[in-house]
């Protein structure tokens, strides 16, 4: 049986770190499972595949998919009346052919959440959350223009190519 793990990431509207009650089920059997304030982020490590929900108090609820043993991840933050949370991808990017691609996001010197959407050729090619300021990706060969949307209303852009038969470097994007 193949087991994952999710990261949660809570933050204000600055998008600094923040605390909250955070619950994680699973979809089909809404039995709570245990979860971990690691540094800035909370951690549900050992997830079986498949639906997950993720709850924070007076919050949405968030469906993250847990498969092949990924790090999967939800990001939430404050809206005008309510918390909100970022929108997972349409396609996550994980080609099992793929390199393995990590990014490290800053804003303002510190580690970032949101969602880092993959353009090839023009187009949305997949997507991933950055939750504690990172995104695993596993990307094919080919150039990709990388676009990060981050909590608190910074963005940031980079271009990456991903070489055949070469250990890819990390991507790393800062903001102000």
């Not at 404050?78 to 996001?105: F, L, T, W, Y």
């Not at 949305?124 to 950055?130: D, E, K, L, P, T």
Request: hydrophobic share 40%; aromatic share 6%; glycine share 10%.
């Amino acid at each position: 049986m193949v087991r994952g793990l999710m990261k949660i990431d809570v933050r204000d509207k600055l998008g600094d770190p923040a605390e909250a009650k955070v619950t994680v089920r699973r979809e089909s059997t809404k039995d709570p499972v245990p979860v971990a304030r690691q540094g800035d982020v909370y951690v549900a490590p050992g997830l079986v595949e498949g639906k997950w929900l993720v709850e924070i108090e007076n919050g949405p609820t968030q469906p993250v998919t847990i498969s092949d043993g990924r790090v999967s991840a939800a990001v939430f933050w404050p809206g005008p009346n309510h918390m909100k949370a970022v929108e997972q991808p349409a396609r996550v990017c994980h080609d099992e052919k793929g390199s393995v691609v990590e990014a490290v996001i800053f804003r303002k010197g510190k580690l970032a959440a949101g969602r880092l959407d993959v353009v090839r050729k023009g187009k949305f090619f997949c997507g991933a959350i950055i939750a504690g300021g990172a995104a695993s990706l596993r990307l094919p060969v080919g150039d990709y223009m990388l676009y990060a949307t981050l909590v608190g209303g910074a963005r940031a852009q980079s271009r990456y190519r991903v070489l055949p038969g070469k250990k890819q470097l990390p991507l790393v994007m800062r903001t102000n």
